[in-house]
């Protein structure tokens, strides 16, 4: 089983930053890409950005230049650092990993979520 445990959500005025950690635990040795989703109220959950193991990085169009995903290997740990944040960034912001699995697809383990609140 792979845990996952968010951090570092609050609340920024627009234009300022926040960094968001999420920590994997457990069996982690088949984790495969590990990223942050965002659902604002009203919307549905939506990719903002992903990681994989050769470092490739994946962004939603609304927040490149803004945003940056980076991982460090050694402690388990994805980051998300915003910069520039807008109101729209506004939403509950969710770590996800991919765990692989040898005879079986890849499940995907979610975290509890995160508040990002941007104000005007």
């Known amino acids: 089983q792979v845990q996952v445990l968010e951090s570092g959500g609050g609340l920024v005025q627009a234009g300022g930053s926040l960094r968001l950690s999420c920590a994997a635990s457990g069996s982690i040795n088949n984790i495969n890409a590990m990223g942050w989703y965002r659902q604002a109220l009203g919307n549905q959950r939506e990719l903002v950005a992903e990681?994989?193991?050769?470092?490739?990085?994946t962004y939603a169009d609304s927040v490149k230049g803004r945003f940056t995903i980076s991982g460090d290997n050694a402690k388990n740990t994805v980051y998300l650092q915003m910069n520039s944040l807008k109101p729209e960034d506004t939403a509950v912001y969710y770590c996800?990993?991919?765990?692989?699995?040898?005879?079986?697809?890849?499940?995907?383990?979610w975290g509890q979520g995160t508040q990002v609140t941007v104000s005007s």
């Open positions: 996800r990993i991919v765990v692989l699995r040898t005879t079986r697809p890849p499940y995907y383990v």
């Open positions: 990681i994989s193991p050769d470092t490739s990085t």
